[in-house]
């Protein structure tokens, strides 16, 4: 296609006389993919369209007033590469940004990166090997140092350092990173890297400067006073944080985005509950945004009748499941807990788990709590559609659990609890303290003590579960009870970096200050096997097929019982121009979120 075709084709769009699915699929016809379709776009000044459909086209930077944000998890630090929950991750969003950020249909947006980088454009290595980035020229971060290859390099380094500890480790350790000039980078796989938009890109992607961190690489790692202090190159510049309670931000006036943000000042209001959190935006309209509304279906309709604002919803691949401990929560070894040199005493009897996985009436769970942004699943990955198993299936049935522990000598002791051999079907089963989670934990609960299993039900509150404070002790990563809930989901549409979550590589531990992604403890040959023919195997349909497998794994070896494939669900105030994106953080484009003015 010549260019002056492109440009007619542009200024169509522009004018509202071709839509922008019409130019991608038109430009994707001779070839050109479709996130560098957008970035043409992007460049013509065209941004991505709202959740409204609007297209937002400021004229001046600010004069919003102020964006108030609910998170009803507050974050506890402001460092993205310490950021256990998302909650952490968009907190530091506001003031950090990766190089590209993933849209809703799973495409790639630049951000502190100047293009996407493609076969087309000569940055993509044809054997997988190698990619380079072109990085956005005149971006300086808050304290008015520029933003160079050097700052990319140095979080390579920084991320890869065992001693650092960072839980965005695995996008770094087996990548090269060299520096080309100032603003050019490349990437180097030591083997065919099919999934090459991992490092620097999105949530595990943000990026900090080297000239204040620098100093604080390897084991000084947490004693970063920036790490609640952040200096980002994002639309807002630091103003207070309050771990846990609240976060500031002020306009920056050189953000790089020209015209962005819209709003002046951005508060993140931490604490409470999903409920109150709804309240806070549908019904009384103080709150501009609320995140994660982990509330029950019939509650959230009848709190969005309160007309100040509506639902907004995000589909991804996030998966409310349980997770099975593997090891002993209960035994001491070397000074550590739930250690890798323990066994769970009865769950490790595969038996065990088969019933356990037949108690689980996921189509209640579904219908009474999760409603219409719930979806029963047998299976852990769940998105895009080339990843998810048809093989897999699950239901609920007591007698078959009984029947099944019976026969494999789990019979009920005195006090109605099953015993094998001295050892008691009764497991601490934690989760965070929210209501959807608390109404699952009983229906689950009610339906193991039908088959003689006792469970003890713990909640956590929200901001001690999901804090990144390695020295807490009730954090799921540490994982001291034998089941626990919550939900997960891929930072992107490729799902390599999220299954390394059961890899024997990555078993969370005391060593690795529990920022190791296996929190089951579970360890498999053919799994790591698979797995490391998943990082190589540049041909589409055998990947996927490959993770399909892997899941399939997990699945039927019960290390994991999904219960339902999730939306991810906010709600905004009327008026207020914004876009979820399931496989990014809710903030994810947050320089493009306004309020429409009534004329």
């Known amino acids: 296609m010549d260019a002056e075709r492109l440009q007619r084709m542009i200024d169509r769009v522009k004018r509202g006389k071709l839509s922008r699915r019409g130019f991608i699929e038109r430009v994707a016809a001779v070839g050109l993919t479709a996130p560098l379709a957008n970035q043409l776009l992007a460049v013509a000044g065209i941004a991505m369209p709202t959740s409204s459909g609007i297209h937002y086209t400021p004229t001046k930077r600010g004069g919003g007033g102020t964006l108030k944000l609910l998170w009803w998890e507050g974050p506890t630090l402001l460092n993205p590469h310490f950021a256990n929950g998302t909650k952490d991750q968009n907190a530091s969003r506001l003031f950090y940004e990766p190089l590209a950020a993933w849209t809703p249909d799973g495409t790639l947006k630049p951000v502190l990166a100047a293009e996407i980088p493609s076969v087309e454009n000569g940055s993509l290595a044809k054997d ?41 480790a695995g996008s770094y350790i087996g990548i090269t990173v060299e520096k080309i000039d100032d603003y050019t980078v490349k990437i180097l796989f030591a083997k065919p890297t099919p999934f090459w938009a991992d490092a620097f890109v ?15 690489i390897g084991s000084k790692s947490r004693n970063a006073p920036w790490n609640l202090k952040p200096v980002g190159t994002g639309p807002y510049k630091f103003k207070t944080f309050t771990p846990g309670t609240l976060v500031q931000g002020v306009i920056f006036q050189d953000y790089h985005q020209p015209n962005r943000p819209y709003f002046d000042a951005v508060d993140m209001k931490g604490g409470g509950d999903a409920t109150s959190a709804a309240r806070a935006v549908l019904q009384t309209g103080e709150y501009d945004y609320a995140w994660d509304l982990q509330v029950s279906w019939d509650l959230l309709k009848k ?53 356990l996985s037949l108690l689980i009436d996921r189509k209640s769970v579904q219908a009474y709590i999760y409603g219409e942004a719930g979806e029963t699943t047998a299976n852990f990955l769940n998105g895009p559609a080339q990843f998810v198993s048809k093989k897999t299936s699950w239901s609920y049935n007591v007698k078959k659990a009984t029947d099944l522990l019976d026969a494999n000598g789990w019979k009920p002791g005195p006090d109605g609890i099953r015993q094998k051999d001295g050892k008691k079907l009764s497991w601490l089963f934690q989760t965070s303290i929210n209501q959807p989670r608390q109404e699952t934990q009983e229906i689950i609960k009610q339906a193991c003590k039908k088959a003689g299993i006792e469970l003890r039900l713990k909640a956590i509150l929200a901001s001690v579960y999901f804090s990144s404070d390695v020295g807490n002790d009730e954090t799921y990563p540490k994982f001291y009870a034998d089941l626990q809930m919550y939900e997960t989901e891929p930072p992107s549409p490729d799902p390599g970096f999220w299954m390394q979550q059961f890899l024997s590589s990555q078993v969370a531990s005391k060593a690795n200050k529990w920022q190791g992604r296996n929190i089951t403890r579970w360890r498999n040959a053919e799994y790591d096997k698979i797995y490391a023919e998943t990082t190589t195997t540049l041909d589409p349909v055998k990947r996927a097929a490959m993770f399909i497998k892997l899941n399939d794994l997990v699945v039927d070896h019960v290390v994991v019982i999904p219960l339902v494939f999730r939306k991810s669900v906010g709600a905004s105030i009327d008026g207020l121009m914004m876009q979820l994106s399931g496989w990014d953080d809710d903030v994810w484009n947050l320089p493009d979120w306004f309020k429409e003015t009534k004329a």
């Open 303 to 355: 709190i969005l009748a309160g007309g100040k604002g509506k639902l907004a919803f995000a589909s991804g691949s996030a998966i409310e499941h349980i997770q099975v401990n593997f090891t002993d929560p209960n035994k001491v070894v070397d000074g550590e807990r739930s250690s890798i040199k323990t066994t769970n005493p009865t769950l490790s009897d595969p038996i065990v788990r088969k019933a």
């Open 202 to 216: 999105a949530a595990n992607g943000c990026i900090i400067p080297k000239h204040l961190f620098a100093p604080y």
């Open 128 to 168: 997988g090997k190698s990619v380079i980035w072109k990085l956005k020229q005149g971006v300086k971060w808050h304290d008015g140092t520029p933003f160079t290859a050097d700052d990319v390099v140095f979080n390579w380094q920084y991320a890869k350092d065992p001693q650092t500890a960072a839980v965005t």
